[in-house]
T-cell receptor, first 110, second 112 residues
Framework: DAKTTQPPSMDCAEGRAANLPCNHS???????VYWYRQIHSQGPQYIIH???NNETNEMASLIITEDRKSSTLILPHATLRDTAVYYC???????????FGKGTKLSVIP | NAGVTQTPKFRILKIGQSMTLQCTQD?????MYWYRQDPGMGLKLIYY???????DKGEVPNGYNVSRSTTEDFPLRLELAAPSQTSVYFC???????????FGNGTRLTVT
């Protein structure tokens, strides 16, 4: 599976958009990008995933660059409850393992 | 649906004791996973299963064993507990290869 690189921490003002970057420069053509978040020490929560097209759901948007070497998770209107560690994971089709790194700790500031 | 249920929520073990962490899911998911998370760190994969009767090692399998006799259950066994196994253990499941993972709420284990 391709490795991912995320900044260790970010701040975002409440009500503003939070843009969380992820670099996956060694991604191959059949590898999906997944985003999860972990609030305090609860089990991680699935947010969104995509292959090459941009995706949107009720929680967030996922923007994947045309060369697929990086992606951005966008939380359009961050709230205090969005304070969490966000994990970007790349998993290849046919690979059963999902590897979590240290993620980005997002702090939403009032 | 209860989702992924882990028991117990907390446990303290003495060095050398053994225990089984239970995980069950009611979503008829084929794939199940065990992760551990040490303080301030990401999740590390211990074992996984792609279906009943099939298990495989992840990154950090030493000191652990698993079995998958039914689709619903995926217990994790610690035979000789060591302080290095103090961690939070998460069980997860998903239906297919590209489906999202569903996590349980974790078991907090302390070995002293």
């Amino acid at each position: 599976d391709a490795k991912t690189t995320q900044p260790p921490s970010m701040d975002c003002a409440e009500g503003r958009a939070a843009n969380l970057p992820c670099n996956h420069s060694t991604i191959s053509g059949n590898e999906y990008v997944y985003w999860y978040r972990q609030i305090h020490s609860q089990g991680p929560q699935y947010i969104i995933h995509g292959l090459k097209n941009n995706e949107t759901n009720e929680m967030a948007s996922l923007i994947i660059t045309e060369d697929r070497k990086s992606s951005t998770l966008i939380l359009p209107h961050a709230t205090l409850r969005d304070t969490a560690v966000y994990y970007c994971i790349v998993r290849g089709a046919g690979s059963y393992q999902l590897t979590f790194g240290k993620g980005t700790k997002l702090s939403v500031i009032p | 649906n209860a989702g992924v249920t882990q028991t117990p929520k907390f446990r303290i073990l003495k060095i050398g004791q053994s225990m089984t962490l239970q995980c069950t899911q009611d979503m008829n998911h084929n794939y199940m996973y065990w992760y551990r998370q040490d303080p301030g760190m990401g999740l590390k994969l211990i074992y996984y299963s792609v279906g009943a009767g099939i298990t495989d090692k992840g990154e950090v399998p030493n000191g652990y064993n698993v079995s998958r006799s039914t689709t619903e259950d995926f217990p994790l066994r610690l035979e000789l507990a060591a302080p290095s196994q103090t961690s939070v253990y998460f069980c997860a499941s998903r239906w297919g290869e590209n489906s999202p993972l569903h996590f349980g709420n974790g078991t907090r284990l302390t070995v002293t």
